[in-house]
């Protein structure tokens, strides 16, 4: 089996920073790209920014300059840098990576459980 484990969630004040990291754990064969998205109380899920496994990144127009995704290799955690945040960027943040498991024949989606993000003072 995969899972996906996110941390780093919490409560900021205005124009703070966090750090969240999605670790994917199991029998792992290759990683494709890995996600962020977020979903807001009564908004639907969006994706905030993505990575693929050549670690070229794209961004939601809203977090662009102020946040940042990363991975350090294809089967390490992937971060979001979160800078300058915002009130709107509450949320709960949920990670998504295609994985390719040992002995399987196709990429799959999954999904972590999500971390809480509050940005308030």
């Known amino acids: 089996q995969v899972q996906l484990v996110e941390s780093g969630g919490g409560l900021v004040q205005p124009g703070g920073s966090l750090r969240l990291s999605c670790a994917a754990s199991?029998?792992?064969?290759?990683?494709?790209?890995m996600r962020w998205y977020r979903q807001a109380p009564g908004k639907q899920r969006e994706l905030v920014a993505a990575?693929?496994?050549?670690?070229?990144?794209n961004y939601a127009d809203s977090v662009k300059g102020r946040f940042t995704i990363s991975r350090d290799n294809a089967k390490s955690p992937v971060y979001l840098q979160m800078n300058s945040l915002k009130p709107e960027d509450t949320a709960v943040y949920y990670c998504n990576a295609g994985i390719l498991m040992i002995g399987g024949s196709y990429y799959r989606d999954y999904w972590g459980q999500g971390t809480q993000v509050t940005v308030s003072s």
């Open positions: 990575i693929s496994s050549v670690y070229s990144t």
């Open positions: 199991g029998s792992i064969l290759s990683i494709s790209a």
